[in-house]
């Protein structure tokens, strides 16, 4: 005799089925780290966030071709590591008590007093460039885990329609790298089957030309099916609107450029900070509003923000938050000395913010399997009507 069946709810249940998590939650994940990052020198901090953007994007991230892009920005955050230490190596790195070792200097002109090349490198500011590269290559890596879990597309879809004829442009730029190279593939797979040979150059020759011919045809074809549904077509608006709305757009997004700027710099004065962010957000958002009104388009199955949405978004301010919070309860410990060199530690409030930080492996709905999450759509959605 079977049990009694438990009756779950439909909120619960669609939570926990495989489904497309709405692009703008990942991104809000992923500034919330950046910003974490941003606020701290701790290299172990900065490892840990990597580690914990590196394990929501292993478990989180689809088949589609940007999900795979998470390597080259964990590439790319090692060359901006290495290049800084190297600068300062070679622009003078001997400004410290424990020498590494001693380089040939290169003596220049009067006019360049105050350069150095080469010369004694000291481990204080090795450690100086190491700490500065890591954190920049941390908030790379947080925007690189963005860019490899949300769908550019469905993101474009939730644009305001002030900013659709640079979503559309967008669109069409984002279709052009996953074309390529999908030609690339079917153009070497129909030679290998064809038994085709011969040298590199005849072999550059032979797939060159047929992927030229099939991204042209495809551009052609995206290009009469966005005209045929409307794009580029807007209502008449009076010269005065428009320039009204343009300049509240601009000065609301200089406005949140410098707001961000103030939170990101401790040293900037306090109205350059949350005020400025807050006021620029609030123009540009009535500008938006204003410009959205000449352009009137239908969006099919647009995405909803739920529960795991809002949860996921949640992680990432709170973990810029608890760092935020930590660089004014410890802020020897955020930003550890190199001079002398300390072993750098971590307070309870980061290991929370990264704790924090890890938990959209296990909020976030699972992602769907290739037929249902990759989508080769021939026209951008979100079109016109």
């Known amino acids: 005799m079977s049990g009694p069946t438990v009756a779950r709810s ?41 580690a914990a953007a590196a394990l929501v994007v292993t478990r989180r991230r689809g ?7 998470f ?43 105050g ?3 080469f010369g004694p490198v000291a481990v204080e500011q090795v450690l100086g460039g190491l700490y500065d590269g890591l954190r920049l290559a941390t908030m790379l890596v947080c925007l690189g885990a963005a860019n490899a879990l949300a769908n550019p597309k469905r993101l474009l879809k939730a644009v305001p329609g002030a900013l659709y004829a640079v979503g559309t442009a967008v669109v069409v730029a984002l279709s052009v790298a996953p074309q390529l190279v999908e030609s690339v593939q079917r153009v ?29 045809d495809r551009s052609l074809a995206l290009a009469a099916a966005m005209d045929s549904r409307g794009y580029g077509r807007t209502a008449a608006v009076p010269a005065g609107a428009r320039a009204l709305t343009g300049a509240l757009v601009l000065a609301g997004l200089v406005g949140v450029c410098a707001g961000t700027y103030g939170l990101l710099d ?7 900070g949350l005020p400025m962010l807050v006021t620029g957000l609030v123009t540009a958002v009535a500008g938006m509003l204003l410009a959205g009104r000449r352009v009137h388009r239908s969006r099919y199955r647009p995405d909803r923000w739920r529960l795991p949405e809002l949860l996921v978004a949640g992680c990432g301010v709170l973990a810029a938050g ?34 924090v930080a ?13 037929p249902a999450a990759v989508a080769h759509p021939s026209v951008p959605v979100g079109g016109p009507r």
């Open 10 to 50: 439909p909120a619960v249940t669609r939570a926990r089925l495989p489904r497309v998590l709405h692009p703008g939650a990942w991104w809000w994940w992923a500034l919330g780290l950046a910003t974490a990052a941003s606020r701290t020198g701790n290299p172990l901090l900065l490892a840990l966030l990597v």
């Open 266 to 272: 401790a040293t900037s004065p306090g109205y350059l």
């Open 322 to 355: 608890l760092t935020t919070l930590a660089v004014d309860v410890h802020p020897v410990l955020l930003h550890p000395p190199v001079s002398p060199p300390t072993w750098p530690e971590l307070s309870p409030l980061t290991v929370a913010a990264v704790a």
């Open 188 to 216: 070497r797979r129909a030679r290998r089957l064809r038994g085709a040979g011969g040298r590199r150059m005849r072999l550059l020759h032979g797939v060159a030309l047929p992927v030229l011919a099939d991204a042209l």
């Open 71 to 113: 390597r080259m920005y964990l590439l790319l955050g090692a060359v901006v590591v290495a290049t800084r230490v190297l600068f300062r190596v070679v622009l003078g790195g001997g400004q410290g008590e424990h020498v590494l070792l001693r380089l040939p200097e290169i003596p220049l002109p009067a006019w360049a007093a």
């Open 115 to 117: 350069i150095r090349l």
């Open 358 to 370: 890890v938990v959209p492996a296990w909020l976030a709905p699972p992602p769907p399997s290739a």
């Open 63 to 69: 088949d589609a071709p940007w999900a795979l892009a």
